[in-house]
């Protein structure tokens, strides 16, 4: 599986951003899309996932301000973000997981996008 990110960029402190994500390869088996992040200094987190099933799952700190979708058609998935704060700064990577029966998922990586929010 091969994952395209685009959509980061520079935006002022209460603006939006738009980012999107492109699946290609063997799609079958994939569950779980998602974006994780990773500002300078810090561990990878969690930002946001949905499920094959349309299940969606927010960190705490972009509830409400940020909002996850997925096309299963075009296998795309998306992350608007709204009301940016500079704490949302990083890099941003598109994931997505494909469950193994009987063994841990498999995840794959997109090649991460610049998300920087100046105050």
């Known amino acids: 599986v091969q994952l395209q990110a685009s959509g980061g960029g520079l935006v002022q402190a209460g603006g939006s951003l738009r980012l999107s994500c492109a699946a290609s390869?063997?799609?079958?088996?994939?569950?779980?899309m998602g974006w994780y992040r990773q500002a300078s200094g810090k561990q990878r987190e969690l930002v946001a996932t949905i499920s094959s099933g349309g299940r969606t799952n927010y960190v705490d700190s972009v509830k409400g301000r940020f909002t996850i979708s997925r096309d299963n058609v075009k296998n795309t998935v998306s992350l608007q973000m709204s009301s940016l704060k500079p704490e949302d700064t990083a890099v941003y990577y598109c994931?997505?997981?494909?469950?193994?029966?009987?063994?841990?998922?498999?995840?794959?990586w997109g090649q991460g996008t610049l998300v920087t929010v100046s105050s």
């Open positions: 994931n997505a997981r494909r469950d193994v029966l009987d063994s841990r998922p498999i995840d794959y």
């Open positions: 390869g063997i799609i079958f088996g994939i569950n779980a």
